[in-house]
């Protein structure tokens, strides 16, 4: 048999380096794609001499040639933190809307299937909990999170209409807060920005009175859910992550005690449309999968914090870990 190949963009991100890693695994020829608006080369370094391993850097938004056959795309370009999406909330807008549709058109074209990461932010700040795939959300439009919740809703609306009327295979992942090795340090979300503060020996913030709860879900169980998707026959959309929640006050208790740190939790003010519940229902996904998360917080922070341990001093204490300036011209 021919080896299959699969186009995986936002390749050089947190999540799509796993799914590069976890594709050469099973055998397959991994085309992987970014232009490291939020990516990390570093992410992909370790198979830039694979032989299974292809990069190209491109920007999605932009007309996409990939020479030869393609079995499978998954799309995972996109920023996926607060402080990344509202500091190029344009470039987040195109990423759903026209890269998605470049990469549908690929998919037509090479008669592939077609995979989005979506997102439990779909749900926006939920009234109903746990939240499960037929809940449609309460999502403010125009609020400064709107950029990426619209994104991913209309990412989401434009795949089905080509599953619809063009007859495409695709399926949509509704990805819940995921964690792991090659997270970036300062990209605003809870647990860097915790293990960061803790390693730097800061206090560590909560945001509002930390009542507000999340689900974290380790990466190596995200993989095995969204690779277990991308085979199955099932269209519409699937939540893959950890149900079992915890407040983020809590939460920083955790982290202190994992690293410990000597410092305090210190409150600010919430942010903006912050949800105050996160927490998927999983129920189709072990139906319909036979999946559910296999690594607790307790494992799957200490391997995080094993990896953030090792990051240099230069990387530790760098406060802005990214520049969007070439990007907002």
């Known amino acids: 048999m021919s080896q299959k190949r699969v186009l995986i963009t936002g390749a050089a991100g947190f999540l799509g ?22 990516g990390d ?46 500091k190029i909330p344009i470039q987040t807008l195109k990423v759903g809307s026209l890269g998605t549709h470049n990469l549908l058109g690929l998919a037509k074209a090479k008669n592939a299937r077609l995979l989005i990461a979506s997102t439990s932010e779909v749900y926006g700040d939920p009234l109903v909990h746990p939240q499960t795939e037929d809940y449609y959300g309460n999502v403010n439009t125009i609020g400064p999170r709107g950029v990426y919740d619209e994104a991913k809703r209309f990412q989401e609306s434009i795949t089905m209409a080509y599953h619809r009327f063009h007859g495409l295979e695709t ?79 809590d939460f920083a208790e955790e982290i202190i005690k994992l690293t410990g740190t000597t410092q305090k939790v210190v409150y600010k003010d919430l942010p903006v449309d912050d949800p105050m519940q ?6 189709l996904a072990k139906k319909l999968l ?40």
């Open 290 to 329: 036979n999946w559910e998360p296999k690594v607790g917080r307790e494992e799957g922070m200490k391997k995080t914090y094993d990896y953030f341990k090792n990051l240099t001093e230069a990387e530790l204490h760098k406060s802005e870990h990214k520049d969007f300036s070439n990007f907002n011209k």
């Open 41 to 86: 080369p570093k992410n992909i370094a370790h198979l830039s001499s694979n032989a299974n391993f292809l990069f190209i850097q491109h920007d999605v938004t932009n007309f996409i040639n990939i020479q030869g056959d393609l079995d499978y795309i998954l799309h995972f370009a996109s920023p996926a933190s607060p402080i990344d999406y509202l």
């Open 278 to 283: 996160r927490q998927p229902d999983i129920s």
């Open 171 to 249: 399926r949509i992942v509704r990805i819940f807060n995921t964690y792991g090795p090659r997270m970036r340090l300062n990209d605003g979300r809870v647990i860097p920005a915790f293990m960061g503060q803790a390693l730097r020996g800061e206090d560590l913030t909560v945001f509002g009175d930390g009542s507000q709860t999340r689900s974290f879900c380790y990466v190596t169980d995200q993989v095995e859910g969204i690779y277990r998707l991308l085979l199955s026959d099932y269209a519409n959309p699937v939540n893959i992550g950890n149900p079992h929640e915890i407040t983020i006050k």
């Open 17 to 38: 380096s796993h799914l590069c890693d976890r594709f050469i695994n099973e055998g397959y020829f991994v085309i992987g794609m970014d232009n490291f608006i939020t």
